[in-house]
């Protein structure tokens, strides 16, 4: 569920920008720009690593007995939401 939930803000967030650009390998590119930019961060500041959308995915907080991670996958779905309807919108002004 963890791996679900926020993995697919990176889809959200391919889905959006392939609405915005007309080819197919820069949404692609960016969206795992953003994923490789995410992990590098989570790794080097303090704090963020437990936080983070990454750890969120990997659900180690869960498997240590800390609990499902309700608060950043609450906001995970949110953010994911949100871009699914920016692009939803950007699909619907299009003239197929």
Excluded: H, K
């Excluded at 679900?4 to 889809?11: E, R, T």
């Excluded at 080097?44 to 869960?62: C, K, N, P, Q």
Aim: aromatic residues 14%; charged residues 10%; glycine residues 8%.
């Amino acid at each position: 569920m963890c791996l679900f939930v926020a993995g697919s803000v990176f889809f959200s967030l391919a889905f959006l920008l392939s609405s915005v650009f007309t080819d197919i390998w820069r949404p692609l590119l960016i969206a795992l720009f953003a994923a490789a930019v995410l992990a590098l961060g989570e790794q080097f500041v303090d704090g963020a690593s437990r936080y983070g959308l990454i750890a969120t995915m990997s659900g180690e907080r869960y498997f240590r007995g800390a609990g499902v991670p309700w608060a950043q996958l609450l906001v995970s779905a949110a953010l994911s939401a949100a871009m699914l309807y920016g692009a939803s919108l950007n699909l619907a002004r299009r003239d197929f």
